[in-house]
C-alpha cells in the first residue's frame, strides 16, 4: 500500500529525513577519519596535524618531523584500516543476515570466524609471515564454511536451520583446535602473540598490511554490493526466490565465498573482533530500512566510523592499548540485547 | 581402588624404608607459610618453576641433585652457559610437568623426589595433586628481591647448602650497598628514562610499578617513565605511547627468541626516540638464566645494567666478576668466547658504550 503523499516525521518529509541519514552516513566515515588523526597518546596541536598531512599529500611544506611521523606512520595507517575493516565486517554481516534470514547470524555463528582465528593462530604458532597468516586465516575460514554447507545440505538442499547449526558445531570444533594451539605454544614466544591476536587490536597497523586489506576487502564488498537484488530476493526464503527465477543455492554460496574473503582478511590484519558485524547492520537498518540495495552500503558506512570510533577508544583511553575486541563486545554485547528487545515486535521476529 | 590416603601411606611407607630414619630432620617454611619437614638434605629435587631449576644447580654447584624439571626449564639450561658448563643435565626427565604448570603426578612419583617445588600463586589446583600422592611439596613466589632471597634461603636449608646460600645473599647485599653507594642520591635529572620492554615482537608490553625491572631501573640510577603511581605492573603501550614518554635507553627481554636490538632501530615508528638516536638500546645478557627476573647472578645484573646507564660512572671489571662469581657459583671457569655470549656482544655491538664490555677493554 502507498500513501499518496510522504508522512511527516519531525515536520519534514520522510524523503527530507532519508536524505538527510545518507548524507550523515556518508560523512561519518571521513570526518571521524580526519578527527581521528588529531586525537592520540602523543600531544599534538591541530596546526601540526593538518601540515603533516598535507605534508603526506604533497600539498604543503614538511611538517616537524616527529609530528609528520606520528601522523603518517602511525595514525594514519591505523585510522585507514579502522574504516577499511569496519566497513568490510559490517557488509559481510548485513549480507549473511540477508541470505540466513536471521538477525543473529554473524561469521561466529556460521564458524567462519572460528575457523579463521584457528587457522591465524596456527600461522602465528609456526612463526609465519604475513602473507601466510592471511593465507591460513582465509583457507581455514573456508574450510569451516565447506564444513558447514557438506553437514547442512539435506536432500539436495541446506536449511537455514541445518546450516546455523553446522556452524555451531564447526564453530565450537575449531575453538577446541584454537585452545590446542594456544596451549602448545611456546609461553615465551608464540604464546603472548597468539593471545594479543586473538583479542584483536589495530596497534600493529602498517601500510602493507593496509594493501593487503585493500586487496581482499574491496573485491569482496564490490561483489555484495553487486549482489544486492540477488540478496534481497534470498531475504525473502528458498521458496520465494526459486519461483523468481534465483539460483539459490549457487547465489548464497557466492555471498558466502564474499564474506569469508572479507572476514579473513579482517582478522589478518587485526585479529578477532566480533560483534561488528552483528550489532552494525542492526543499526543500518533502523536507519535506512531492510532493503539490501541500501542496507548494504549503509552498514559499510556505518561500520567504518564505528570501527574508528571504537579504536580510537582503544588507543588513547589510558596509557594502555585496550583489547579492540573486549572493546566492541562491551559495546555490542548490550547494544545489541536493547535492539533485541526493541524491535522484538516487528520485521524480523517470523 | 587404593584411597588417595592408602597411596600416600604406601608411598610414606616407601620412603621410610629407603631413608636412613629421621636423623637430622630439617624443617623449612615455604613461601605460602606451610612449614615443610624433610627427612634429612634433599637428594632428589624436581622443580616446576622454571627460574628453579637453574637456582637449585646455583645452590648446588652443579645439576646432581636436580631429578627433574620444567621442559623450558631444561630447554634454557641446554640453550645456555650451564648447559655447556653441565652436558649431563640432557638426561634428566622434564615429562613432569604440561603447559600451565599442571604437574604429571604419575610422572612426578616416578622419579621418587624428596621434594618438589611448585609455584605458589597459581591455586591449589597445580599443588593439591602432589600432596595428595604424598609427595613433599614446597611453594615459591616470584617477582621481588625479598622472595628471590627467601628461594635462595629455602633452597640452601632444603639442601643443606646453607654456607653457599648465605654467601649468595652477602655478594647481594655487598653489591648492592656498592651501587647504591654510587647511584643512591642522583638527583631526578640526572637519572636517564629507561623503558624494559617485557614484549617486543608480539605487542610492546613494558614493565610499570612494583616489577623487578623497575626496582633494578632504580638501583642502577635510572628512572622508569611507566612506573607512575597507580600504573599497572604490566603496561601494552602503543607506538605513540612511547613517543610521549621518549626512553633515552631501552632494555628488551631475553626471553623472545628472535627479538635483537635491530628490531627496534627497524621499526620506521620509533626512529624519532632518543634511545634510538643515540644508540642505547640494550638486550640483557644470559648467563646461568636470563638476567631480566631474579635469578642467582642478579648481582651481576645490576652491574651491568649500572655501567650501560652510567657509563661515566662505570669503573666495574664486570668480566672479571663473572669469572669469579661463576667459580664459587658453579665451580666453572667461561671461555672468553663464552664470556662475550653471556654479554651478548653480538646482537648489542654497536650499542652506544658497549664497547665497555669487550675482552679488549681495560677495566
Known amino acids: 500500500m502507498r500513501a499518496s503523499a510522504p508522512p511527516l516525521i519531525g515536520g519534514l518529509r520522510l524523503p527530507a529525513v532519508r536524505s538527510l541519514v545518507w548524507a550523515a552516513l556518508f560523512l561519518a566515515p571521513p570526518v571521524l577519519g580526519l578527527l581521528s588523526l588529531g586525537v592520540g597518546r602523543y600531544p599534538l596541536p591541530l596546526a601540526e596535524v593538518l601540515t603533516a598531512l598535507g605534508q603526506g599529500l604533497g600539498i604543503s611544506e614538511s611538517a616537524p618531523e616527529l609530528a609528520s611521523r606520528v601522523v603518517l606512520l602511525i595514525r594514519l595507517p591505523r585510522v585507514l584500516e579502522a574504516l577499511v575493516a ?20 554473524g561469521p561466529q555463528l556460521i564458524g567462519v570466524s572460528s575457523g579463521a582465528a584457528f587457522g591465524g593462530a596456527l600461522a602465528l604458532f609456526l612463526s609465519a609471515g604475513l602473507s601466510t597468516l592471511l593465507g591460513a586465516t582465509f583457507l581455514f575460514g573456508l574450510l569451516a564454511l565447506v564444513i558447514v554447507f557438506l553437514f547442512s545440505r539435506v536432500d539436495g538442499r541446506a536449511p537455514v536451520l541445518m546450516l546455523v547449526l ?31 591476536w586473538l583479542m584483536g587490536s589495530f596497534a600493529t597497523a602498517s601500510y602493507p598490511k593496509l594493501a593487503l586489506l585493500l586487496a581482499v576487502t574491496v573485491p569482496g564488498v564490490a561483489l555484495l554490493v553487486a549482489l544486492r537484488f540477488r540478496i534481497n ?89 585496550l583489547p579492540l575486541g573486549v572493546l566492541t563486545a562491551l559495546v555490542g554485547a548490550p547494544l545489541f540485547g536493547l535492539l533485541l528487545r526493541r524491535a522484538q515486535a516487528k520485521g524480523w521476529s517470523t | 581402588m587404593p584411597s588417595p590416603r592408602h597411596l600416600s601411606a604406601a608411598v610414606f611407607c616407601l620412603a621410610l624404608s629407603s631413608a636412613p630414619a629421621l636423623a637430622n630432620p630439617i624443617s623449612i617454611t615455604d613461601q605460602a607459610g606451610l612449614d615443610v619437614t624433610l627427612d634429612g638434605p634433599a637428594n632428589r629435587i624436581v622443580t616446576i618453576p622454571i627460574p628453579a631449576a637453574s637456582m637449585i644447580t646455583a645452590i648446588d654447584g652443579g645439576p646432581d641433585r636436580l631429578s627433574g624439571m620444567h621442559p623450558l626449564s631444561k630447554s634454557a639450561l641446554m640453550d645456555g652457559i650451564l648447559g655447556a658448563f653441565f652436558p649431563d643435565m640432557a638426561s634428566i626427565p622434564s615429562d613432569v610437568v604440561g603447559n600451565g604448570f599442571m604437574p604429571n603426578v604419575e610422572a612426578v612419583l616416578a622419579l621418587n623426589p624428596d621434594l618438589v617445588f611448585q609455584w605458589g600463586h597459581l591455586g591449589g589446583d597445580v599443588i593439591n595433586p602432589l600432596r595428595n600422592a604424598g609427595l613433599t611439596v614446597a611453594t615459591v613466589t616470584y617477582g621481588t628481591e625479598d622472595l628471590a632471597r627467601g628461594w635462595i634461603e629455602m633452597m ?112 620506521p615508528l620509533l626512529a624519532g626516540l ?34 650501560v646507564l652510567h657509563p661515566e660512572k662505570g669503573a666495574w671489571p664486570l ?45
Open chain 1, 86 to 105: 569496519g566497513a568490510g565486517l559490517a557488509i559481510a554481516g548485513a549480507a549473511l543476515q540477508g541470505v540466513f534470514r536471521n538477525p543473529l547470524v
Open chain 1, 166 to 196: 553446522s556452524g555451531v558445531v564447526v564453530g565450537a570444533f575449531f575453538s577446541a583446535l584454537v585452545s590446542l594451539v594456544t596451549y602448545l605454544a611456546d609461553p615465551n614466544d608464540t604464546l603472548p602473540a597468539i593471545v594479543y
Open chain 1, 233 to 321: 530476493v534470498l531475504s525473502l526464503g528458498d521458496e520465494e526466490a526459486r519461483a523468481l527465477g534465483i539460483q539459490v543455492e549457487p547465489t548464497r554460496w557466492l555471498v558466502l565465498l564474499a564474506v569469508t574473503a572479507i572476514t579473513a582478511s579482517g582478522v589478518a590484519v587485526a585479529g578477532i573482533v566480533g560483534w561488528v558485524g552483528l550489532v552494525v547492520p542492526h543499526i543500518a537498518r533502523m536507519l535506512v530500512g531492510p532493503d539490501h540495495k541500501a542496507l548494504l552500503p549503509a552498514s559499510a558506512l556505518a561500520g567504518a566510523a564505528y570501527m574508528v570510533l571504537v579504536d580510537d577508544l582503544a588507543r588513547t583511553a589510558t596509557t594502555q592499548e
Open chain 2, 156 to 267: 640452601g636449608k632444603a639442601t643443606g647448602e646453607t654456607q653457599k646460600a648465605q654467601r649468595m645473599l652477602d655478594w647481594r647485599d655487598s653489591t648492592l650497598a656498592d651501587i647504591r653507594a654510587t647511584m643512591g642520591d642522583l638527583p631526578q635529572g640526572a637519572r636517564p628514562r629507561v623503558l624494559y620492554f617485557n614484549r617486543f615482537l608480539s605487542e610492546m608490553k613494558v614493565s610499570g610499578p612494583g616489577t623487578y625491572n623497575d626496582f633494578y631501573i632504580g638501583l642502577a640510577g635510572g628512572r622508569n617513565p611507566a612506573a607512575v603511581e597507580g600504573a599497572p605492573a604490566w603496561q601494552v603501550v602503543n607506538a605513540e605511547q612511547l613517543m610521549a614518554w621518549d626512553p633515552e635507553v631501552i632494555l628488551l627481554n631475553g626471553f623472545e627468541p628472535d627479538l635483537s636490538p635491530a628490531d627496534v632501530y627497524g621499526n
Open chain 2, 274 to 307: 632518543s634511545a634510538v638516536k643515540s644508540k642505547r638500546v640494550y638486550q640483557i645478557p644470559l648467563g646461568g638464566y636470563r638476567w631480566d627476573p631474579p635469578n642467582q647472578e642478579s648481582p651481576l645484573m645490576w652491574t651491568w645494567l649500572s655501567m
Open chain 2, 319 to 363: 668480566r672479571k666478576n663473572i669469572v669469579e662469581a661463576y667459580a664459587w657459583l658453579y665451580g666453572q671457569t667461561p671461555t672468553e668466547d663464552q664470556i662475550d655470549g653471556i654479554l651478548r656482544l653480538a646482537a648489542n655491538s654497536g650499542a652506544s658504550g658497549y664497547d665497555t664490555f669487550a675482552r679488549t677493554a681495560k677495566p
